[in-house]
């Protein structure tokens, strides 16, 4: 028998009690569990309220970065429960933990499955009927619908050829290029009856956004899609403080997620109305089959970018009862916007009513009269508002289109007009193919009338973007070309070839036209020659830029590296020739290096 008496001097009725043993001996329970799982919360809580503030999900069922987010949060839940008990040094713990994130994981798992039957419940396969209907095609007649268009109203630059201006023009004020740049928001819209690209600023970098966050940005650009000017509008009443470009409360999705957490947003585009001012168009989507499935547009918030008011509006009594409000894209007050519906939204939309009008089996097996858009799409202004256009051919062709679509950009009124021709690429092949000497490239073509024919009209600019000619190409024959320095000049070169190959039109090219188009001059240059006084450089919208003062001249010669390459090699002193337009005055000229 063991008589040994052991004697505790340390007090052991005070000393913490160890916790609770699991039946192998292992510790099952650390102690103050019931704190631990306070403290893991609340720190769950402000994890996840950062994280929102950051991620900024739409709190919608509907909303796969809700999921996310709901996932995100159960993470770290279990993260920050491991990390309370050390769990990596103390595996004791590990039937602790596991049985904290019980919870988190049937959360995960319940919103898993019922993302995934929302997801089966709303695919194609299954709803091919739906889906064909997201979208109400009409037949049209196109010399009813599509008037002879003024010449003064069609838009001769294509969003390329315009952001390059609208980079040229704030580059010519070094008191807004030192700290802004063009951005990637433009939006071609009817501005006062005249087919206009308006072009937000964003700011520079970071540090230039500390440096004018407080004031806004002053400007946004207006490029005439027409005259091809290009001017900075400054804005009187405060700048625009309510942009993509900015940080924290004042970011634009941030701003509006706060104010209307459960919408879904899907795109934007920058508007400014009849009186100038600028705005936000945001759309506002909704799935309408299943969980996910069949997106289409509800309505849009529309953002003052000076002062951050946001109206809602919707695009029918069914969207305005979603949104909770009366106003309608229809409303008169709201006309002048154009853009509520974005161009791939209806590109998609008419391709599931292309395909799946005769089932979802037959879109893949027979595919008998299914039809899809043709890879690009362009702009056409009719009865001031702004259509999507583009082609459709056969799924099984791409070589000719089988008609296009007129979709209109603020109600989705959408027409198809039945037309065999050619394929808008074949288009700008023959454009380019009847300059080959200038090499020229033909903008994406826009879909004219000329008295009744089908017509592309295209732009044949440079390699500096600049456009130098016009083209038509008839869409029924496209061998039949006319090309021109004028509108005018362009229109009735298409005209002869168009009675060559035997259709007559009586175009009055006077009456299409009106005065702009005949007062419009062939564009001329002219050549400068001297010796390099003087070379300075700048950094525009990410392209370096010379500038060359020749000896006694006072103005500098503005040439791109991208499209004069050799200048970098200029020093002072070598000789110099420079094609510039005839009469060109200022103090900052445009030119390229004469090769």
């Known amino acids: 028998m063991d008589n040994t008496i052991n004697v505790d001097f340390t007090g052991g009725a005070n000393q913490p009690q160890e916790p609770p043993k699991a039946s192998n001996g292992a510790h099952a329970v650390p102690a103050n569990k019931g704190k631990k799982i306070a403290i893991n919360l609340v720190l769950t809580a402000v994890i996840g309220a950062i994280l929102y503030y950051f991620m900024i999900p739409a709190l919608n069922f509907k909303a796969a970065e809700f999921y996310e987010f709901i996932g995100l949060l159960a993470l770290i839940y279990v993260g920050l429960t491991a990390l309370s008990v050390k769990l990596p040094t103390n595996p004791q713990y590990t039937t602790y933990v596991k049985k904290r994130a019980t919870v988190p994981v049937i959360i995960v798992v319940a919103l898993l499955a019922v993302g995934g039957i929302g997801y089966l419940v709303g695919a ?314 200038y090499e020229y490239q033909a903008t994406f073509p826009l879909l004219l009338n000329i008295s009744g024919e089908p017509t592309y009209f295209m732009a044949l600019k440079d390699a500096s973007q600049l456009v130098k000619m016009y083209a038509m190409v008839n869409v029924k024959q496209s061998n039949v070309v006319g090309t021109g320095y004028t509108l005018a000049e362009c229109t009735e070169n298409y005209a002869k070839e168009l009675k060559n190959n035997g259709i007559n039109l009586d175009i009055d090219i006077e009456g299409m036209g009106g005065e702009e188009a005949e007062a419009e001059e062939v564009p001329t240059t002219q050549e400068i020659s001297g010796k390099v006084q003087e070379i300075r450089s700048a950094i525009t919208g990410g392209e370096t830029y010379f500038y060359i003062r020749l000896v006694d001249g006072e103005s500098f010669y503005k040439l791109s590296v991208a499209n004069a390459e050799k200048v970098v090699l200029l020093n002072v002193g070598d000789e110099v020739t420079f094609t510039v337009q005839k009469d060109a005055e200022g103090d900052i000229i445009n030119a390229n290096m004469k090769k």
């Open 124 to 437: 194609p396969i299954f709803r091919a009927k739906n889906y064909s209907q997201l979208m109400n095609v009409q037949d049209g007649d196109f010399a009813e619908d599509v008037a002879e268009i003024d010449f003064s109203s069609v838009p001769v630059l294509d969003d390329v050829a315009a952001k390059e201006l609208a980079k040229r023009t704030l580059g010519d004020l070094p008191d807004y290029v030192s700290q802004f740049v063009v951005s990637d928001y433009s939006t071609q819209i009817n501005y006062k009856g005249a087919p206009v690209r308006v072009t937000a600023l964003a700011y520079g970098d970071i540090f230039k956004w500390l440096k004018n966050t407080k004031s806004g940005i002053p400007a946004y650009i207006l490029v005439n899609m027409n005259t091809k000017k290009s001017e900075i509008v400054r804005l009187p009443d405060g700048g625009m403080r309510y942009t993509p470009s900015e940080h924290f409360n004042r970011y634009l999705m941030r701003h509006l997620r706060f104010q209307y957490p459960t919408l879904m947003f899907k795109s934007m585009s920058f508007e400014i109305d009849e009186n100038g001012a600028p705005y936000w168009i945001v759309s506002v989507m909704d799935k309408t089959i299943g969980l996910f499935g069949g997106t289409d547009i509800i309505g849009a918030a529309v953002v003052n970018a000076v002062t951050g008011e946001t109206n809602l509006i919707a695009t029918d009594a069914e969207g305005a009862k979603k949104l909770k409000t009366d106003n309608l894209v229809t409303d008169e007050q709201w006309q002048w916007i154009d853009r509520v519906y974005d161009a791939e939204l209806l590109n998609t939309q008419f391709n599931y009513y292309g395909k799946l009008s005769g089932g979802f089996i037959n879109s893949i097996i027979g595919q008998e009269g299914v039809k899809v858009t043709s890879p690009r799409y362009n702009y056409l202004a009719l009865n001031d508002d702004v259509y999507m256009y583009t082609g459709v051919t056969s799924i099984t062709s791409d070589e000719s289109i089988i008609g296009f679509v007129l979709s209109n950009q603020r109600t989705k009124e959408t027409k198809y007009y039945s037309i065999s021709g050619a394929l808008e690429t074949k288009a700008q092949t023959s454009a380019q193919g009847a300059v080959q000497q």
